[in-house]
Each structure stands twice: as C-alpha cells, then as structure tokens.
C-alpha cells in the first residue's frame, strides 16, 4: 500500500501529522520565505478573522495592517516569531467579546485566484484545479480601549491602504465630529501572530508546457484575478530560469 505521506515523490508529513495545528500546505505549494510573506500581507490586508469563544465560532471580515516586528509582551509568544497587526471592527459585533478577552485567533488573507481549466493542459492528467496564494495568521487578540490610540489605528488603516495614490487621503481631512461618532463606534485592536503560514499554489506540480498553457489561458479571460495569477506563475518561472 503506498505511503499516504508521498504525493508524487514529495513528503508531506508536516501537512498531514499536523492538521489543525497548521495551514494544510502540501511541500511544493510551500510559500515561507519571509520577506515575500511580509510584501505579500502588506499588498492583501483584507482579512477573514476567526476566533473560538465561550463555545462560539465567530468570524468577522476586516483589514488587517502590519505594523511590523515587535519586542514580545507575552511570554508565550517565541520573540523570533512575533509580529504585531491593527485592525477595528464595529463596535456591536459580537466579535469584540472574543477581543476584549484577549482570545486566540486565526486570520486568513487570501489575494488573486482563478480556476484552472483541464482544457489548457498538454499533459496527463488533466483535471481542474484552482490557483491561489493565501496566508494564515495564528495569534491572540488585544482590545485597545484609548481613544486616542483607536484614532491612530484608523490613521494608520487609511494611510496604509492610500499609500499608492498621487495625492493620498489622510484622516485629518475627515469633519471632526462625523470622525468622533465614527470612532465611538468601533473597536480597535492589536493582533499579535505567532504564526505566520503560506500557500502559493501556482501549478508547481505541472511541467512547464502545461505551466506555459495555463498562463496564455489565465491571461485570455477578462478576470483580472485570472491574469494577476497568470504574472504570478510567469514570475516564478522567471526567477526558476
């Protein structure tokens, strides 16, 4: 009987012994380099969040910002591993209970996709796939209840997301009394990772004819997730070359 931790000649023993305790990631669909994972939350900051609270599961959707490394303030937390993320919600989820007691967490951040057409395939096999790049984040949540401390991670959300533009909005342009009731109604919080895991599931298992026919399918669609993926492949085989 064949080994269930070998897919194709590649071992999958992290994946598959530590289900639940990781990202389910086959080894070559691994995405860990680290520069590429910061650049990668940094351009996707749309976040699923989900947290595990007095026996309820609760997701919300929300940006979340990174904000860098940081000197560890819990000691469970590894030093090495700590990064620190900002986000609000509004203040009459019942999400923020599961925040303000400083729960454990999960934030998936998932960017382009695109289905994959058997179609565009040379080889065998032939079957239809989905091509992603996703990140998951394990962590803990803190509340911030300062004031002036969840104005600047409003501050920090809008400046994050209008860096690329030629004349960026900042908060200060905001009416002061629309941004007060505004700011009274969310809660802001820290995330703080301990675990940071990818997944850049690109056709890496394909040759590179069927790699080439999946590019010039992907880029044929009117999708632009489709064709982001399609640079995203070309760019991988780029950097193999």
């Not at 305790?21 to 650049?39: G, Q, T």
Request: hydrophobic share 35%; aromatic share 8%.
């Amino acid at each position: 009987m064949a080994d269930p931790k070998k897919i194709s000649g590649k071992i999958l023993e992290r994946s598959l012994d530590n289900v639940g305790e990781h990202m389910f990631i086959p080894e070559h669909f691994d995405f860990s380099e680290h520069n590429e994972l910061i650049s990668y939350v940094q351009a996707y900051p749309f976040a699923q969040l989900f947290s595990s609270f007095n026996d309820l599961l609760q997701v919300t959707a929300t940006p979340l910002i990174y904000i860098g490394k940081q000197e560890p303030s819990d000691a469970t937390i590894p030093a090495n591993t700590q990064h620190e993320f900002i986000g609000h919600i509004a203040l009459r989820n019942p999400h923020c209970e599961a925040i303000r007691a400083g729960a454990l967490g999960i934030a998936l951040l998932q960017g382009p996709n695109a289905y994959v057409s058997p179609r565009w395939y040379t080889m065998e096999p032939k079957i239809p796939t989905w091509s992603y790049v996703a990140v998951q984040l394990r962590g803990k949540f803190s509340a911030i209840t300062d004031h002036q401390q969840t104005l600047e991670v409003l501050a920090k959300t809008i400046d994050h997301m209008e860096r690329d533009n030629d004349e960026p909005w900042h908060i200060d342009k905001t009416d002061p009394t629309l941004l007060e009731q505004f700011s009274q109604g969310v809660l802001a919080f820290r995330f703080t990772v301990s675990e940071m895991e990818g997944i850049e599931r690109l056709g890496q298992s394909r040759d590179l004819t069927d790699l080439e026919g999946v590019i010039k399918g992907l880029n044929k669609t009117q999708d632009p997730n489709a064709q982001t993926i399609a640079r995203m492949m070309q760019n991988k085989i780029d950097r193999a070359s």
